[in-house]
């Protein structure tokens, strides 16, 4: 019983979090990368089919590879997704307009920078594909 809550709980976050990340390569607001790496985790630990079919992705398939591999992000992803953190944040504290909320914000995003800091991080060759 507990098995089959827990696998219906991490194939629900999968998809979530991965439809989160597919709306976040459009919308500022929201980080792609981290959010598709959530999808993958969850997937590996409760469906092989949804993983594998997001392994042949050809736009996630290989970030997520590299990063399950232990390679790491591409250093214009990581960039990019800071860059994009930041300026949502930035934005979004200037839309709330409350110094509590922009400490939070700060605090999230000093967190999540640091955590995409320390992954490893490669440089791409010229064939990669641009997402």
């Known amino acids: 019983m507990i098995t089959r809550i827990k696998h219906g ?9 991965l439809l989160l990340g597919v709306i976040g390569a459009f919308l500022p607001l929201l980080p792609t ?3 598709v790496l959530l999808s993958a985790f969850c997937f590996a630990r409760s469906s092989e089919r949804l993983h594998a079919w997001l392994i042949s ?18 250093r214009r992803i990581k960039l990019r997704a800071v860059a994009m953190l930041w300026f ?3 934005f979004s504290c ?15 995003g000093l967190s999540v920078t640091v955590y995409l800091y ?14």
């Open 9 to 17: 709980l991490l194939i629900t976050a999968g998809i979530l979090s």
């Open 33 to 35: 990368v981290p959010l």
């Open 57 to 74: 992705n050809r736009y996630f398939g290989p970030i997520i590879e590299n990063f399950e591999s232990g390679r790491g992000i591409p």
């Open 88 to 90: 949502s944040l930035g």
């Open 94 to 108: 200037w839309l709330v307009d409350r110094e509590i909320l922009c400490v939070m914000l700060g605090v999230i």
């Open 118 to 131: 320390r992954l490893p991080t490669y440089e791409e060759s010229e064939e990669s594909e641009d997402l």
